[in-house]
């Protein structure tokens, strides 16, 4: 048996996600999972660095970039320790790390993802395969979104048309239509801004169940200015992240008019409800949707999406036998296996690169 561990922490930071993989069952199977939380502390100085870009102190960056590390090793450690598997019984780490800064928008287009690999592999006893999205950049694409190519791999059909989306702090889509190689882009918000007002107003990490937007009223003239955002209509491909959807670009799209906090959250809602849908329709007519990432748990944001695509299939990707919250950590085990393979995992037709790359840098344990 051939074990992979695939490691994803996103840009929510609500958890470091890691799913042990067996490739040898087609096309896959989840061994072991586990969502482990971070540590406050850890949590809020990245945060913090992320949230002060412009006022980084390089030695805290280097801290940051060790300490990721270190949490991403114990939740590693622990996984096996719990499922009894020994750690030379895993051929590789596939570790996402943490994006501090996405740009690939500059004249020099970067991405950063923190987390060092070497004190990743010196402190599990494994083999790591990490940075993932700088060779896509250098090629000319967008670096993201790479979830389309695992998608295709599992989730293409020939029965039917099919979007996959992942609602994680962005929100991106995948197309997976008859006869046309695989495409996606991050459609816009996904969690990030339904997070970030319900942590202002009222203190809590997310809104459960999307239930604090189902007590209030969507505003639909503030819905339009929110979608008027260019972004939304940009061809793809296209990719962004809290640099463009946070809470100050809110602020300056709410202007001072006063408004019930509730009705905000349900406008936000709304609102990307109203980006995934449209995205579905102009690039997937007809498709049956099947959704991933911690969002397929907001039953009122699904039921938003599902009422702009109706008659169309809306469900988690739980149907397709993938757990919507480890399709992540699962597709980064999968890129692990491909890069030690010597095989490609990203698509231009997604990210707009020259080509399909091998990603990654492989960090041998031995
Ligand atoms: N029961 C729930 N009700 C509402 N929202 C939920 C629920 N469970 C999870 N979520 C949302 O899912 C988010 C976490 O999703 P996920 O882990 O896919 O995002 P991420 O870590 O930011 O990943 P990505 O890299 O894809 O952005 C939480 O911050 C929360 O907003
Ligand atoms: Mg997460």
Not at 84 to 111: E, N
Not at 226 to 252: A, I, M, Q, V
Not at 311 to 339: C, H, I, K, M, N
């Given at each position: 048996m051939a074990l992979y561990l695939g490691m994803m922490s996103g840009t929510s930071m609500d958890a470091i996600d890691a799913a042990l993989v067996d490739f040898d069952v087609a096309p896959l199977r989840i061994v072991a999972s586990s969502a482990t939380p971070f540590e406050p502390d850890l949590k809020q100085r990245v945060t913090a660095l992320v949230d002060r870009w412009d006022h980084v102190c390089l030695d805290e960056l280097g801290q940051l970039d060790v300490a990721l590390a270190h949490a991403f090793a114990a939740a590693s450690n622990e996984l096996l320790r719990s499922a009894g598997i020994?750690?030379?019984?895993?051929?590789?780490i596939g570790s996402h790390g943490q994006t501090i800064r996405h740009r690939?928008?500059?004249?020099?287009p970067f991405t950063t993802q923190i987390g060092d690999p070497s004190t990743l592999t010196e402190a599990t006893g494994i083999t790591v395969v990490a940075d993932f999205r700088r060779r896509d950049v250098a090629a000319?694409?967008?670096?993201?979104?790479?979830l389309p190519v695992f998608h295709d791999q599992v989730f293409r059909s020939d029965a039917e048309p099919r979007a996959i989306v992942n609602l994680g702090g962005i929100g991106n889509v995948t197309v997976l239509t008859r006869g046309s190689s695989v495409t996606g882009f991050d459609t816009g918000p996904g969690n990030r801004l339904l997070d970030a007002w319900i942590g202002r107003?009222?203190?809590?990490?997310y809104d459960q169940d999307g239930a604090w937007a189902a007590s209030g009223t969507c505003d639909q003239a503030l819905l339009e200015h929110l979608l008027d955002e260019p972004y939304l209509s940009l061809p793809p491909p296209k990719s962004t992240g809290r640099e463009l959807f946070n809470l100050e670009w809110l602020d300056n799209k709410l202007g001072p008019s006063p408004r019930r906090p509730e009705d905000v959250q349900a406008t936000l809602l709304e609102f990307t409800a109203a980006s995934v849908a449209d995205a579905v329709r102009r690039f997937a007519p007809g498709a049956s949707l099947y959704v991933c990432g911690?969002?397929?748990?907001n039953q009122t944001l699904l039921r938003a999406i599902a009422r702009r695509l109706a008659p169309q299939r809306v469900a988690s990707t739980a149907v397709l036998g993938l757990d919507p919250d480890y399709v992540e950590a699962v597709a980064f085990a999968w890129f692990a296996r491909r890069t030690l393979a010597g095989l490609t995992s990203s698509a231009g037709s997604v990210t707009g690169a020259r080509g399909a790359r091998i990603l990654g840098g492989v960090y041998r344990h031995a």
């Amino acid at each position: 048996m051939a074990l992979y561990l695939g490691m994803m922490s996103g840009t929510s930071m609500d958890a470091i996600d890691a799913a042990l993989v067996d490739f040898d069952v087609a096309p896959l199977r989840i061994v072991a999972s586990s969502a482990t939380p971070f540590e406050p502390d850890l949590k809020q100085r990245v945060t913090a660095l992320v949230d002060r870009w412009d006022h980084v102190c390089l030695d805290e960056l280097g801290q940051l970039d060790v300490a990721l590390a270190h949490a991403f090793a114990a939740a590693s450690n622990e996984l096996l320790r719990s499922a009894g598997i020994a750690p030379d019984a895993v051929t590789a780490i596939g570790s996402h790390g943490q994006t501090i800064r996405h740009r690939p928008d500059l004249p020099f287009p970067f991405t950063t993802q923190i987390g060092d690999p070497s004190t990743l592999t010196e402190a599990t006893g494994i083999t790591v395969v990490a940075d993932f999205r700088r060779r896509d950049v250098a090629a000319g694409g967008q670096g993201a979104p790479l979830l389309p190519v695992f998608h295709d791999q599992v989730f293409r059909s020939d029965a039917e048309p099919r979007a996959i989306v992942n609602l994680g702090g962005i929100g991106n889509v995948t197309v997976l239509t008859r006869g046309s190689s695989v495409t996606g882009f991050d459609t816009g918000p996904g969690n990030r801004l339904l997070d970030a007002w319900i942590g202002r107003h009222r203190g809590l990490d997310y809104d459960q169940d999307g239930a604090w937007a189902a007590s209030g009223t969507c505003d639909q003239a503030l819905l339009e200015h929110l979608l008027d955002e260019p972004y939304l209509s940009l061809p793809p491909p296209k990719s962004t992240g809290r640099e463009l959807f946070n809470l100050e670009w809110l602020d300056n799209k709410l202007g001072p008019s006063p408004r019930r906090p509730e009705d905000v959250q349900a406008t936000l809602l709304e609102f990307t409800a109203a980006s995934v849908a449209d995205a579905v329709r102009r690039f997937a007519p007809g498709a049956s949707l099947y959704v991933c990432g911690g969002g397929a748990h907001n039953q009122t944001l699904l039921r938003a999406i599902a009422r702009r695509l109706a008659p169309q299939r809306v469900a988690s990707t739980a149907v397709l036998g993938l757990d919507p919250d480890y399709v992540e950590a699962v597709a980064f085990a999968w890129f692990a296996r491909r890069t030690l393979a010597g095989l490609t995992s990203s698509a231009g037709s997604v990210t707009g690169a020259r080509g399909a790359r091998i990603l990654g840098g492989v960090y041998r344990h031995a």
